[in-house]
């Protein structure tokens, strides 16, 4: 499985951006799918995820109500709208994917970097 994350950019505090991520390979093998991200000098956390089949979704806090996770599944592409961006959201995203409910991710994309400057 192969995934591509793009999308990225340099925006300012409040604009919006959408990140994608294509995935390829055995993309029927994949149950869940996530954004990650790291912040400079950060260790990387969730940001949130989306079960492919029924597009139930999960939230970091700290992106509720800003930031929303959704899937194309014809497309093979998984989607991270990102609203009202604050300076805090700097980081470089990463998409994930894993094949079952729970468990660790088994495959990851190369980031993509967004700045969000105040």
């Known amino acids: 499985v192969q995934l591509q994350a793009f999308g990225g950019g340099v925006v300012q505090a409040g604009d919006s951006l959408r990140l994608s991520c294509a995935f390829s390979g055995r993309a029927y093998s994949m149950y869940v799918m996530a954004w990650f991200r790291q912040a400079p000098g950060k260790e990387r956390e969730f940001a949130a995820s989306i079960t492919l089949s029924s597009g139930s979704t999960y939230y970091k806090d700290s992106v509720k109500g800003r930031f929303t996770i959704s899937r194309d599944n014809a497309k093979n592409t998984v989607y991270l709208q990102m609203n009202s961006l604050k300076p805090e959201d700097t980081a470089v995203y990463f998409c994930?994917?894993?094949?079952?409910?729970?468990?660790?991710?088994?495959?990851w994309g190369q980031g993509t970097k967004v700045t969000v400057s105040s």
């Open positions: 994930a994917a894993r094949n079952g409910q729970f468990g660790n991710y088994n495959y």
